[in-house]
């Protein structure tokens, strides 16, 4: 999404329960927009292909960001909404590996060589789930593909869960590049624990970011996750305090989307056991005055990060951006999805893989890359993505400037927004002083809301019901 490039103050966000509850509604997280429900199955192979022809010719091609989806898990935890399969038969990932350096195979020639991979991320599912071998092997290929970052300005991260993982594996990555980790909590109370299926103690959290440290990493993240069974505010309580000992440098704390008509491991859980909707509220709140009162930075969203870290850096600088890993310094790569059900986005497209094994394997047996869907963004699309962006990563954004690096009448082309944002005035969201729109503090958590005003996809009238809640 486009930067601004102007440095400004943020506002700490203000917890407002009142205010929080009237507008915690179902709504987009913007890591894209359009959003992926809005995807286009007659976006295939050839499109993607013609989108990474133009962006080789782009005057200065942008450098590249590589996101790798390793879809399996050792053990289900029933809060899980990800594309993974569950199994503890490391032959599967044997069978994986040998499509996915197809897949790498069939796309990465299609890039100019001289782009550089300045970002990689492993997600999943589990990256863990493949040993160190496996994990060389796979760095190898990327490698000999494309060509990998090694210097200092590289971001290249990696998800593991603690259970699975231990000092020497993580110092092992080191070795193989990775300078980033992030850590998946979610709440360190041992009924909490019992009740999704995630039993993972402090310990064994606290010696992977420590031998990434170690390792000279340059990042270290954990993830919480509020609303989920059997929480209360002393046990999350408890569980911030332990985070806050560790220190890592970034904190995602997410809210748990109960959908168990979309995910079948949230059938397991026992939906009587949900804190209620102000036990949830008072969950956030007492995360937000934890974590601001340790000295972590509010950027946006679900996310928090050190002031010295380069997410809070950037969110001063206004170079901040968002891709489908949340906030970015690094937005202004075109991103390469390889795996199972990855998204990419090259240039003004978005394309996703197929979401299935047997459906991915198939394709990549036939010699075609494995793309299921996708979208080339129309003009209106462009400018939507623009606006959205710039209050999601900065919380402001002036009508005049916007509309002359555009070429339109802010006003005129965003009416129907602009009537949005007026009650959203009235309620304390945001102000509009003179041609700046700006979030309040009171509005910082719920910059879904304001971008929502700019989204023309969403049901005038109607909670679109597809997406989590707000809060």
């Not at 594309?83 to 990465?108: F, P, S």
């Not at 020497?168 to 070795?175: K, N």
């Not at 919380?395 to 949005?420: I, K, P, S, W």
């Given at each position: 999404?486009?930067?601004t490039?102007?440095?400004t103050?943020?506002q700490p966000p203000?917890f407002?329960a009142?205010?929080i509850?009237?507008y915690d509604v ?10 992926a ?26 450098p ?46 299609l ?26 092997e ?9 060509s ?15 259970r ?15 300078n ?28 992977v ?6 390792a000279?990493?340059a990042?270290t993240?954990v ?9 209360t505010?002393a ?12 220190s ?10 109960h ?7 949230q059938r ?9 909707a ?27 990060a ?5 997410l ?9 951006q ?8 690094h ?10 059900s ?10 996703q ?5 047997p ?9 075609h890359l494995?793309?299921?869907?996708g ?20 919380g402001?954004?002036?009508r005049?400037a916007?509309?002359?690096r ?10 129907d ?12 969201l945001?102000?509009l002083?003179?041609p700046?729109?700006v ?11 304001i971008?929502?005003?700019f ?6 009238g ?7 809640r707000?809060?």
């Amino acid at each position: 999404m486009e930067a601004t490039h102007t440095a400004t103050v943020i506002q700490p966000p203000t917890f407002d329960a009142d205010l929080i509850a009237r507008y915690d509604v179902n709504g987009p997280r913007y890591t894209s927009y359009p959003t992926a429900p809005h995807f286009r199955n007659d976006f295939g192979a050839a499109e993607l292909r013609e989108a990474i022809r133009e962006s080789n010719e782009e005057p200065i091609p942008r450098p590249l960001s590589v996101y790798v989806h390793v879809p399996f898990c050792m053990s289900p935890c029933f809060y899980c909404g990800c594309n993974r399969v569950i199994t503890r038969d490391v032959g599967k990932a044997d069978r994986y590996l040998e499509r996915l350096y197809r897949e790498i195979g069939l796309i990465a020639p299609l890039f100019d060589r001289d782009r550089p991979v300045r970002q990689l991320h492993f997600g999943g599912g589990t990256p863990n789930f493949l040993d160190i071998e496996r994990m060389r092997e796979l760095m190898q290929s990327l490698g000999r593909h494309f060509s990998m970052e090694r210097g200092r300005e590289r971001e290249y991260g990696i998800e593991l869960d603690p259970r699975f993982a231990d000092g020497d594996y993580v110092r092992e990555l080191g070795e193989l590049g990775f300078n980033r980790v992030s850590v998946g909590i979610q709440d360190f109370d041992p009924a909490v624990q019992q009740a999704v299926n995630r039993i993972q103690s402090v310990a064994q959290t606290a010696a992977v970011l420590n031998a990434a440290r170690e390792a000279g990493f340059a990042s270290t993240s954990v993830d919480l996750i509020y609303g989920l069974p059997l929480q209360t505010v002393a046990g999350f309580d408890r569980t911030l305090t332990e985070v806050i000992a560790l220190s890592p440098d970034r904190v995602a704390v997410y809210g748990y989307a109960h959908l168990p008509e979309m995910f079948k491991a949230q059938r397991q859980l026992d939906a009587s056991l949900l804190p209620d909707a102000a036990t949830r509220l008072a969950l956030l709140g007492r995360a937000l005055e934890r974590l601001t009162g340790a000295g972590y930075v509010y950027i946006g969203m679900d996310h928090f990060a050190k002031a010295n870290d380069e997410l809070a850096q950037a969110q001063r600088a206004g170079h901040l951006q968002r891709n489908f890993q949340g906030y970015s310094t690094h937005g202004d790569c075109d991103i390469v999805g390889l795996g199972v059900s990855a998204i990419g986005r090259i240039g003004d497209c978005y394309s996703q893989n197929v979401r299935d094994l047997p459906g991915y394997y198939a394709a990549l047996d036939a010699g075609h890359l494995p793309v299921a869907r996708g979208l080339r963004l129309s003009e209106d699309d462009l400018i939507r993505r623009a606006a959205i962006g710039e209050l999601m990563c900065q919380g402001t954004l002036d009508r005049d400037a916007f509309g002359a690096r555009h070429r339109l009448d802010f006003d005129v082309y965003f009416a129907d927004a602009m009537v949005r944002l007026e009650q959203l005035e009235a309620d304390g969201l945001v102000t509009l002083e003179g041609p700046r729109i700006v979030t309040t503090s009171r509005g910082r958590l719920l910059l879904r809301i304001i971008a929502m005003c700019f989204d023309a996809y969403l049901d005038a009238g109607a909670p679109p019901t597809r997406y989590s809640r707000a809060i």
